[in-house]
Protein backbone atom coordinates (compact mmCIF):
# COMPACT_ATOMS: atom_id res chain seq x y z
CA UNK A 1 0.00 0.00 0.00
CA UNK A 2 1.45 3.41 -1.63
CA UNK A 3 2.04 6.03 1.66
CA UNK A 4 -0.61 8.39 0.01
CA UNK A 5 -3.36 5.97 0.80
CA UNK A 6 -5.17 5.31 4.23
CA UNK A 7 -4.94 1.43 5.64
CA UNK A 8 -7.79 0.02 6.73
CA UNK A 9 -5.62 -1.73 8.82
CA UNK A 10 -4.71 1.03 10.93
CA UNK A 11 -4.79 -0.23 14.63
CA UNK A 12 -2.00 -2.61 13.44
CA UNK A 13 0.27 0.23 12.80
CA UNK A 14 -0.78 1.79 15.91
CA UNK A 15 0.46 -1.23 17.39
CA UNK A 16 3.88 -1.68 16.35
CA UNK A 17 3.88 2.42 16.44
CA UNK A 18 5.18 2.31 20.01
CA UNK A 19 7.51 -0.57 19.68
CA UNK A 20 9.78 -0.33 16.83
CA UNK A 21 11.63 2.58 14.82
CA UNK A 22 10.54 0.89 11.43
CA UNK A 23 7.54 2.41 11.92
CA UNK A 24 8.66 5.86 10.85
CA UNK A 25 5.83 8.83 11.64
CA UNK A 26 7.16 11.09 8.63
CA UNK A 27 4.68 13.49 8.40
CA UNK A 28 2.94 15.84 11.05
CA UNK A 29 -0.37 17.18 9.51
CA UNK A 30 -1.04 19.51 12.10
CA UNK A 31 -4.29 20.53 9.74
CA UNK A 32 -6.23 17.49 9.83
CA UNK A 33 -4.91 16.08 12.85
CA UNK A 34 -2.95 13.43 11.05
CA UNK A 35 0.40 11.81 10.64
CA UNK A 36 1.91 10.17 8.14
CA UNK A 37 3.26 6.61 9.74
CA UNK A 38 5.90 4.66 6.97
CA UNK A 39 8.45 1.71 7.11
CA UNK A 40 11.43 1.95 7.74
CA UNK A 41 14.45 0.11 8.53
CA UNK A 42 17.92 0.62 10.56
CA UNK A 43 19.87 0.73 6.85
CA UNK A 44 17.09 2.94 5.16
CA UNK A 45 17.54 5.53 8.35
CA UNK A 46 21.71 5.30 7.68
CA UNK A 47 20.91 6.22 4.31
CA UNK A 48 18.88 9.40 4.27
CA UNK A 49 20.17 11.96 4.06
CA UNK A 50 16.92 13.75 4.40
CA UNK A 51 13.56 12.34 6.48
CA UNK A 52 10.91 14.32 4.33
CA UNK A 53 9.34 13.50 0.76
CA UNK A 54 12.64 12.04 -0.82
CA UNK A 55 12.42 8.86 1.08
CA UNK A 56 8.75 8.12 -0.33
CA UNK A 57 8.12 6.43 -3.51
CA UNK A 58 6.07 4.00 -5.20
CA UNK A 59 6.86 0.95 -3.28
CA UNK A 60 6.96 3.35 0.16
CA UNK A 61 4.38 1.32 2.41
CA UNK A 62 2.23 3.54 4.85
CA UNK A 63 -1.05 4.82 6.27
CA UNK A 64 -2.27 8.18 7.85
CA UNK A 65 -3.17 7.90 11.38
CA UNK A 66 -4.84 9.90 13.97
CA UNK A 67 -2.25 12.34 15.95
CA UNK A 68 -4.59 11.45 19.00
CA UNK A 69 -4.38 7.57 18.90
CA UNK A 70 -0.88 8.00 17.37
CA UNK A 71 0.12 10.27 20.55
CA UNK A 72 -1.85 7.60 22.89
CA UNK A 73 0.32 4.95 21.43
CA UNK A 74 4.09 7.36 21.72
CA UNK A 75 2.63 7.01 25.51
CA UNK A 76 3.51 3.63 25.63
CA UNK A 77 6.87 3.63 23.96
CA UNK A 78 8.17 1.10 26.26
CA UNK A 79 12.20 2.09 26.52
CA UNK A 80 12.84 5.29 24.92
CA UNK A 81 16.44 6.43 24.14
CA UNK A 82 18.51 9.83 24.99
CA UNK A 83 17.74 11.93 22.26
CA UNK A 84 19.97 14.20 21.62
CA UNK A 85 20.57 17.03 18.77
CA UNK A 86 22.42 18.82 15.61
CA UNK A 87 21.48 22.57 15.28
CA UNK A 88 23.29 24.27 12.22
CA UNK A 89 23.51 27.33 10.23
CA UNK A 90 23.66 25.32 6.79
CA UNK A 91 26.16 23.91 4.88
CA UNK A 92 28.60 23.81 7.92
CA UNK A 93 29.19 19.70 8.14
CA UNK A 94 25.84 18.83 10.01
CA UNK A 95 25.85 15.99 7.97
CA UNK A 96 29.04 14.86 8.05
CA UNK A 97 29.17 14.98 12.03
CA UNK A 98 25.84 13.12 11.81
CA UNK A 99 27.48 10.18 9.61
CA UNK A 100 30.59 10.37 11.74
CA UNK A 101 28.50 9.57 14.31
CA UNK A 102 26.50 6.49 12.57
CA UNK A 103 29.80 5.10 12.46
CA UNK A 104 30.12 4.72 16.54
CA UNK A 105 27.41 1.52 15.75
CA UNK A 106 25.68 2.69 18.83
CA UNK A 107 23.25 6.13 17.29
CA UNK A 108 20.51 5.66 15.45
CA UNK A 109 20.38 9.06 13.01
CA UNK A 110 17.59 11.26 12.08
CA UNK A 111 18.18 13.58 9.84
CA UNK A 112 16.32 16.70 9.23
CA UNK A 113 12.78 15.06 9.79
CA UNK A 114 9.98 16.62 8.10
CA UNK A 115 7.88 17.29 11.51
CA UNK A 116 9.98 19.14 13.03
CA UNK A 117 9.80 22.00 10.58
CA UNK A 118 6.07 21.19 10.69
CA UNK A 119 6.58 22.43 14.32
CA UNK A 120 8.51 25.20 13.83
CA UNK A 121 6.54 26.66 12.06
CA UNK A 122 3.39 25.85 14.20
CA UNK A 123 5.38 27.37 17.18
CA UNK A 124 6.32 30.90 14.65
CA UNK A 125 2.25 31.51 15.37
CA UNK A 126 1.86 30.62 18.73
CA UNK A 127 -0.22 33.19 20.80
CA UNK A 128 -1.48 34.92 17.54
CA UNK A 129 -4.52 34.90 16.27
CA UNK A 130 -3.85 32.87 13.21
CA UNK A 131 -2.50 29.82 15.09
CA UNK A 132 -4.35 26.29 14.66
CA UNK A 133 -2.72 25.08 17.57
CA UNK A 134 -3.25 26.47 21.74
CA UNK A 135 0.07 26.62 23.86
CA UNK A 136 -0.97 23.16 25.18
CA UNK A 137 -1.74 21.49 22.02
CA UNK A 138 1.43 22.19 20.51
CA UNK A 139 3.33 21.24 23.37
CA UNK A 140 0.98 17.97 23.27
CA UNK A 141 2.34 17.54 19.35
CA UNK A 142 6.11 18.04 20.46
CA UNK A 143 6.10 15.84 23.23
CA UNK A 144 4.40 13.09 20.76
CA UNK A 145 7.21 13.94 18.50
CA UNK A 146 9.87 13.98 20.66
CA UNK A 147 8.66 10.27 22.31
CA UNK A 148 8.48 8.71 18.48
CA UNK A 149 11.75 10.02 17.90
CA UNK A 150 13.50 8.00 21.28
CA UNK A 151 12.66 4.75 20.27
CA UNK A 152 15.86 2.57 19.22
CA UNK A 153 16.80 -0.69 18.23
CA UNK A 154 18.23 -3.30 20.44
CA UNK A 155 21.87 -1.32 19.55
CA UNK A 156 20.70 1.67 20.06
CA UNK A 157 22.49 3.70 22.44
CA UNK A 158 21.41 7.06 21.61
CA UNK A 159 18.99 8.51 18.70
CA UNK A 160 20.79 11.72 17.21
CA UNK A 161 18.62 14.28 15.34
CA UNK A 162 20.40 16.53 12.67
CA UNK A 163 17.73 19.60 12.42
CA UNK A 164 17.20 21.10 9.20
CA UNK A 165 18.98 24.99 9.63
CA UNK A 166 16.46 27.21 10.16
CA UNK A 167 14.45 24.56 12.71
CA UNK A 168 17.51 25.93 15.27
CA UNK A 169 15.04 28.42 16.03
CA UNK A 170 12.88 25.74 18.43
CA UNK A 171 16.00 24.63 19.75
CA UNK A 172 14.96 26.00 23.40
CA UNK A 173 11.54 24.46 23.44
CA UNK A 174 13.19 21.44 22.19
CA UNK A 175 15.83 20.99 24.91
CA UNK A 176 13.06 22.56 27.36
CA UNK A 177 10.83 19.59 26.70
CA UNK A 178 13.23 16.84 26.59
CA UNK A 179 15.35 17.41 30.14
CA UNK A 180 17.95 14.82 29.51
CA UNK A 181 18.75 16.30 26.22
CA UNK A 182 22.24 17.42 24.72
CA UNK A 183 22.41 19.56 21.58
CA UNK A 184 25.86 20.78 19.38
CA UNK A 185 25.39 23.69 17.32
CA UNK A 186 27.58 23.78 14.26
CA UNK A 187 28.54 27.37 12.74
CA UNK A 188 31.30 28.80 10.89
CA UNK A 189 32.80 32.51 11.17
CA UNK A 190 30.63 35.02 9.01
CA UNK A 191 33.23 35.28 6.31
CA UNK A 192 33.87 31.64 5.42
CA UNK A 193 30.01 30.79 5.81
CA UNK A 194 29.05 33.41 3.10
CA UNK A 195 31.47 32.11 1.08
CA UNK A 196 30.44 28.70 1.00
CA UNK A 197 27.17 29.66 0.23
CA UNK A 198 28.38 31.77 -2.70
CA UNK A 199 29.55 28.55 -3.93
CA UNK A 200 27.06 26.41 -3.95
CA UNK A 201 25.24 26.04 -7.72
CA UNK A 202 21.64 26.46 -5.93
CA UNK A 203 22.41 29.07 -3.96
CA UNK A 204 20.13 32.23 -5.60
CA UNK A 205 17.64 29.88 -5.56
CA UNK A 206 18.17 28.41 -1.53
CA UNK A 207 18.95 32.04 0.17
CA UNK A 208 15.95 33.76 -1.77
CA UNK A 209 13.51 30.80 -0.32
CA UNK A 210 14.32 31.09 3.11
CA UNK A 211 14.72 35.04 3.18
CA UNK A 212 11.60 35.95 4.15
CA UNK A 213 11.26 33.90 6.95
CA UNK A 214 14.75 35.47 8.30
CA UNK A 215 13.76 38.86 7.69
CA UNK A 216 10.87 37.86 10.17
CA UNK A 217 13.59 36.84 12.60
CA UNK A 218 15.36 39.57 11.98
CA UNK A 219 13.06 42.55 12.79
CA UNK A 220 12.10 40.55 15.94
CA UNK A 221 16.07 41.65 16.55
CA UNK A 222 15.94 45.16 15.78
CA UNK A 223 15.05 48.53 16.86
CA UNK A 224 14.40 49.37 13.54
CA UNK A 225 12.95 48.10 10.55
CA UNK A 226 15.51 46.69 8.12
CA UNK A 227 16.00 47.45 4.29
CA UNK A 228 13.06 45.11 2.19
CA UNK A 229 14.71 42.08 0.80
CA UNK A 230 14.63 43.10 -2.67
CA UNK A 231 17.23 45.43 -1.77
CA UNK A 232 19.31 42.57 -0.81
CA UNK A 233 22.22 41.10 -2.83
CA UNK A 234 22.93 37.44 -2.72
CA UNK A 235 25.98 38.21 -0.23
CA UNK A 236 24.10 39.84 2.07
CA UNK A 237 20.95 37.67 2.50
CA UNK A 238 23.76 34.91 3.00
CA UNK A 239 24.73 37.59 5.42
CA UNK A 240 21.24 37.08 6.76
CA UNK A 241 20.96 33.74 7.09
CA UNK A 242 24.53 33.66 9.34
CA UNK A 243 23.50 35.89 11.69
CA UNK A 244 19.60 35.06 12.38
CA UNK A 245 21.15 31.57 12.91
CA UNK A 246 23.51 32.48 14.65
CA UNK A 247 21.52 34.21 17.23
CA UNK A 248 19.69 31.43 17.29
CA UNK A 249 22.04 29.13 18.80
CA UNK A 250 23.86 31.84 21.23
CA UNK A 251 20.43 31.94 22.91
CA UNK A 252 20.28 28.07 23.43
CA UNK A 253 23.75 28.34 24.88
CA UNK A 254 23.23 31.26 27.11
CA UNK A 255 19.42 29.67 28.12
CA UNK A 256 20.60 26.41 28.63
CA UNK A 257 24.44 26.41 30.21
CA UNK A 258 25.91 23.48 29.43
CA UNK A 259 23.24 21.60 27.64
CA UNK A 260 24.52 23.00 24.15
CA UNK A 261 27.97 22.75 23.02
CA UNK A 262 29.33 24.91 19.92
CA UNK A 263 31.38 23.51 17.54
CA UNK A 264 32.93 25.30 14.51
CA UNK A 265 33.45 23.47 11.98
CA UNK A 266 36.72 24.48 10.54
CA UNK A 267 38.42 23.88 13.89
CA UNK A 268 36.48 20.41 13.72
CA UNK A 269 38.05 19.69 10.47
CA UNK A 270 41.25 20.39 11.62
CA UNK A 271 41.05 17.57 14.77
CA UNK A 272 37.99 15.11 13.99
CA UNK A 273 39.23 13.24 16.25
CA UNK A 274 39.94 15.62 18.88
CA UNK A 275 36.21 16.64 17.41
CA UNK A 276 34.20 13.84 17.55
CA UNK A 277 35.93 13.12 21.26
CA UNK A 278 33.86 16.43 22.71
CA UNK A 279 30.94 15.54 20.54
CA UNK A 280 30.14 12.10 21.97
CA UNK A 281 31.66 13.41 25.18
CA UNK A 282 29.01 15.63 25.86
CA UNK A 283 26.23 13.65 24.68
CA UNK A 284 27.45 10.90 27.33
CA UNK A 285 28.05 8.33 24.91
CA UNK A 286 31.88 6.34 24.85
CA UNK A 287 34.62 7.04 22.66
CA UNK A 288 35.93 3.22 21.88
CA UNK A 289 39.45 3.14 21.19
CA UNK A 290 39.01 1.42 17.62
CA UNK A 291 36.84 4.40 16.56
CA UNK A 292 39.04 6.92 18.15
CA UNK A 293 42.11 5.38 15.52
CA UNK A 294 40.16 5.17 12.93
CA UNK A 295 37.73 8.06 12.53
CA UNK A 296 39.84 10.73 11.14
CA UNK A 297 40.81 8.27 8.19
CA UNK A 298 36.80 7.28 7.66
CA UNK A 299 35.61 7.07 3.64
CA UNK A 300 32.95 9.56 4.79
CA UNK A 301 35.49 12.40 5.21
CA UNK A 302 36.50 11.69 1.73
CA UNK A 303 32.59 11.94 0.49
CA UNK A 304 29.66 14.03 0.20
CA UNK A 305 27.87 13.40 2.67
CA UNK A 306 24.47 14.29 1.59
CA UNK A 307 25.22 12.64 -1.62
CA UNK A 308 27.55 9.65 -0.60
CA UNK A 309 28.27 8.42 -4.13
CA UNK A 310 29.76 11.95 -4.93
CA UNK A 311 33.42 12.71 -3.89
CA UNK A 312 34.19 15.41 -1.84
CA UNK A 313 37.54 15.69 0.64
CA UNK A 314 38.31 18.63 3.22
CA UNK A 315 40.20 19.64 0.43
CA UNK A 316 38.22 19.67 -2.38
CA UNK A 317 36.10 21.83 0.14
CA UNK A 318 39.35 24.26 0.79
CA UNK A 319 39.66 24.42 -3.07
CA UNK A 320 36.24 25.45 -3.11
CA UNK A 321 36.31 28.00 -0.64
CA UNK A 322 39.45 30.00 -2.72
CA UNK A 323 37.85 29.62 -5.80
CA UNK A 324 34.37 31.30 -4.07
CA UNK A 325 36.66 34.08 -2.16
CA UNK A 326 38.19 34.92 -5.95
CA UNK A 327 34.76 34.54 -7.67
CA UNK A 328 32.43 36.60 -5.13
CA UNK A 329 35.04 38.81 -3.81
CA UNK A 330 32.47 41.91 -4.05
CA UNK A 331 29.75 39.87 -2.39
CA UNK A 332 31.47 38.60 0.57
CA UNK A 333 32.12 42.46 0.90
CA UNK A 334 28.38 43.27 0.53
CA UNK A 335 27.67 40.76 3.34
CA UNK A 336 30.28 41.67 5.50
CA UNK A 337 30.15 45.46 5.21
CA UNK A 338 26.22 45.05 5.80
CA UNK A 339 26.94 43.12 9.08
CA UNK A 340 29.22 46.09 10.15
CA UNK A 341 26.42 48.60 9.49
CA UNK A 342 23.78 46.50 11.47
CA UNK A 343 25.93 46.19 14.09
CA UNK A 344 26.81 49.62 14.54
CA UNK A 345 23.16 50.82 14.59
CA UNK A 346 21.64 47.59 16.50
CA UNK A 347 22.76 47.18 19.98
CA UNK A 348 21.09 43.49 19.64
CA UNK A 349 23.18 42.67 16.29
CA UNK A 350 26.69 43.86 18.01
CA UNK A 351 26.21 41.76 20.72
CA UNK A 352 25.57 38.70 18.45
CA UNK A 353 28.48 39.36 16.29
CA UNK A 354 30.88 40.15 19.45
CA UNK A 355 30.10 36.71 20.66
CA UNK A 356 31.07 35.04 17.80
CA UNK A 357 34.20 37.36 16.93
CA UNK A 358 32.79 39.14 13.72
CA UNK A 359 32.64 42.02 14.45
Known amino acids: MTAGNRNPAGSDWLARLPVSPDIYPQNLDLVRGLILAVEMNAAAYRAASFLDDRILGPSTKGTWLSLARAAAAADR ?91 GRIAIPLLEAQPGSRAICLNLGAEPYVATLLAGRNSADDLRGHAPGRMNRLQALCTAAPAPLHEYSLGELAALGWLVETASQQDARQRLPGRVLAVDFDAFLADVTEGMARILGHMGLPLEESYRAAVAASPVLRRYSKAPDQAYSPADREAALRASRRDNAAEIGRAMAWLERLGRSEPSIAAVLNAAGAA
Open 77 to 167: VPDPRPLHFIFHTGHVGSTLVSRLLDETGIVLPLREPLPLRSLAEAHDVLGRPESLLSESGFQAALETMLRLWARGYDWTRAVVLKATSSA
